[in-house]
């Protein structure tokens, strides 16, 4: 069944719609949570927190076909609201062990997926919230600026910035500059 269809029950009553949605979303925004927090701990509360805010909330969603962006907007707020400032750095072996259990990528490529983590780690909360939801999420630019309330200039202009530092910081840590940054 379709986000539509289900957000549809859910406004009419069927709690079991809304634990499709949550089974269907859950992985994915406690990974969004994560890569944007740097928190591991946090990013279940932000989760949990943003799912309360959209089963609560339900009624405000005007348009049913957009609730996947409406819930990465519930999701992004929230992780802004709960999460401390900057300061907090998660070491890089607990993304690792996080994706390892989520199999997001495959032995060969662990110094890579290990290198990139890390770059995206050193990027400011809202270059990471563009990047994360942009090639993690795979949301556009469009989306991406409704959901954080920025113009897509400035969500254009973020991914740039972000894509710039990844590079770099990719080329002071390896020297080669070996792993390849789509820049679409």
């Known amino acids: 069944m379709n986000d539509h269809e289900l957000v549809i029950r859910l406004k009419n009553g069927d709690t079991s719609a809304?634990?499709?949605?949550?089974?269907?979303?859950?992985?994915?925004a406690v990974r969004t949570a994560f890569l944007?927090?740097?928190?591991?701990?946090?990013?279940f509360d932000i989760a949990q927190e943003a799912f309360i805010?959209?089963?609560?909330?339900?009624?405000?969603?005007?348009?049913?076909?957009?609730f996947r962006s409406w819930f990465l907007k519930i999701l992004?707020?929230?992780?802004?609201?709960?999460s401390k400032k900057d300061s907090a750095i998660v070491p890089v072996e607990e993304i690792f062990e996080k994706a390892e259990e989520n199999s997001l990528y495959s032995n060969d490529s662990t110094a890579d997926f290990r290198l990139l983590y890390e770059a995206v780690n050193s990027l400011n909360k809202k270059q990471r919230t563009v990047v994360v939801l942009h090639y993690?999420?795979?949301?556009?630019?469009?989306?991406?600026?409704?959901?954080t309330g920025s113009f897509e200039s400035t969500v254009k202009s973020q991914l740039f910035l972000a894509r710039k530092k990844i590079k770099s910081y990719i080329e002071k840590s390896n020297g080669k500059g070996g792993l390849i940054i789509n820049e679409t």
């Open 136 to 147: 993690f999420n795979d949301i556009s630019v469009k989306e991406i600026a409704e959901i």
């Open 18 to 28: 809304f634990d499709e949605l949550y089974e269907k979303y859950k992985n994915q």
């Open 36 to 43: 944007i927090t740097k928190n591991n701990d946090l990013s």
């Open 76 to 82: 992004v707020r929230t992780a802004w609201e709960l």
């Open 53 to 66: 805010r959209c089963y609560t909330n339900i009624a405000k969603l005007k348009n049913p076909l957009m």
